[in-house]
């Protein structure tokens, strides 16, 4: 499928199928103004099938956030049609208030307004911990969107 090149914007390329369509929710793609396209199952050489978001406008996003949701994501910049700059994302070091603690005895569970903070312990499992208590989390299931 042929879609568009944009004039300046972002294209958020290379997001493992299916998580486009929760990513454009979470930018909150469906309420902007200016034109945006998700493009889902596209043919990919490394990966199988991809979904590549299209956005006319520079939004500030969160790469910290974004790259937690799908480190394989590629950010691309465009200016005057052409790509000025690609952010290669990563797994964040650390991640405050976007998972939530799931052990019932932890701190953040037992009492409010502490943060749920979470730091990388396994980069390869895309495994997390949380500060407090150890209970692990595993990245790359996006079950938080
Ligand atoms: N793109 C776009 N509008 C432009 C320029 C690029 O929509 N004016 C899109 C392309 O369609 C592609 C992405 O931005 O999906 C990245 O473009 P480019 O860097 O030219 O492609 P590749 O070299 O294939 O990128 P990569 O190596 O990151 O896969
Ligand atoms: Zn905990």
Known sequence: MNVQKITNGLVIDHIRAGTGI????????????????????????????????????????????????????????????????????????KVENIIKCRNPRCITSTETNIPHVFTLIDRKRAEYACIYCDEMYRAGIGEFL
Do not use: Q
């Not at 902007?32 to 500030?60: E, Q, W, Y």
């Not at 974004?66 to 290669?88: A, Q």
């Open 22 to 93: 929760r990513i454009f929710n979470w930018l909150k793609l469906d309420k902007v103004p200016f034109s945006v396209a998700l493009i889902m199952n596209v043919p990919s050489l490394n990966r199988g099938k991809k979904d590549i978001i299209k956005i006319s406008t520079v939004l500030d996003i969160d790469y910290s956030i974004l790259g937690f949701i799908d480190p394989s994501i590629t950010v691309n910049v465009v200016e005057d049609e052409h790509v000025v700059r690609k952010i290669g994302l990563a797994l964040p070091e």
